[in-house]
T-cell receptor, first 117, second 116 residues
Framework: DVKVTQSSRYLVKRTGEKVFLECVQDMDHENMFWYRQDPGLGLRLIYFSYDVKMKEKGDIPEGYSVSREKKERFSLILESASTNQTSMYLC????????????????FGPGTRLTVL | AQKVTQAQTEISVVEKEDVTLDCVYETRDTTYYLFWYKQPPSGELVFLIRRNSFDEQNEISGRYSWNFQKSTSSFNFTITASQVVDSAVYFCALSEASVRDDKIIFGKGTRLHILP
């Protein structure tokens, strides 16, 4: 079974703090994704990566950065946390089939509920 | 542009009733993929099904069934004889084959309450 783990289920930080959210997958997936989920807004893509050291902006990258130094690990960084970044953060990963069969299902971690005070 | 619409924000049904969750999508690609995910109260999204645009056969898995109709751009999900454990948020999603990065666009979800 694919396993995606996230470093914390719940996190409380103060405004202005630097926050690291870690995500690790154990299935050698090329693609990794960070989403935030807010009531009424569904899942919104923050950043994604399809290879080590590669990153692409999603729909709402402002205020966030990412790091992918190893294939299995994808970190989301809030350089200076703000109250409007209070949210549920979900990490996901998926295979990329090099035959060109895109659209592969993503596997999700349990989520990190971040509260910024 | 790709888009997924789940018009039902919240549905409540009594246990053992059948319930259908609607999903309508928009895409310009001829090859695309549709998904359903379940998010129980624990928070983790669970993958339920993936369909490609060339396979319009309906799918049944136990009490779950999916109806894919390209003519109406819909991919509806039916739970037969619902159970309390089916209570969750359900997301419909779309991925276009023309993009390398396998991005998935999610609908805003339908919160399903199964009442005992």
């Amino acid at each position: 079974d694919v396993k995606v783990t996230q470093s914390s289920r719940y996190l409380v930080k103060r405004t202005g703090e630097k926050v690291f959210l870690e995500c690790v997958q154990d299935m050698d997936h090329e693609n990794m994704f960070w989403y935030r989920q807010d009531p009424g807004l569904g899942l919104r893509l923050i950043y994604f990566s399809y290879d080590v050291k590669m990153k692409e902006k999603g729909d709402i990258p402002e205020g966030y950065s990412v790091s992918r130094e190893k294939k299995e690990r994808f970190s989301l960084i809030l350089e200076s946390a703000s109250t409007n970044q209070t949210s549920m953060y979900l990490c996901a990963s998926s295979f990329y089939y090099h035959t060109g069969d895109a659209g592969n299902e993503q596997f999700f971690g349990p989520g990190t509920r971040l509260t910024v005070l | 542009a790709q888009k997924v619409t789940q018009a039902q924000t919240e549905i409540s049904v009594v246990e053992k009733e059948d319930v259908t969750l609607d999903c309508v999508y928009e895409t310009r690609d001829t090859t695309y993929y549709l998904f359903w995910y379940k998010q129980p109260p624990s928070g983790e999204l669970v993958f339920l099904i993936r369909r490609n645009s060339f396979d319009e056969q309906n799918e049944i898995s136990g009490r779950y069934s999916w109806n894919f109709q390209k003519s109406t751009s819909s991919f509806n999900f039916t739970i037969t004889a619902s159970q309390v454990v089916d209570s969750a948020v359900y997301f419909c999603a779309l991925s276009e084959a023309s993009v390398r990065d396998d991005k998935i666009i999610f609908g805003k979800g339908t919160r399903l309450h199964i009442l005992p």
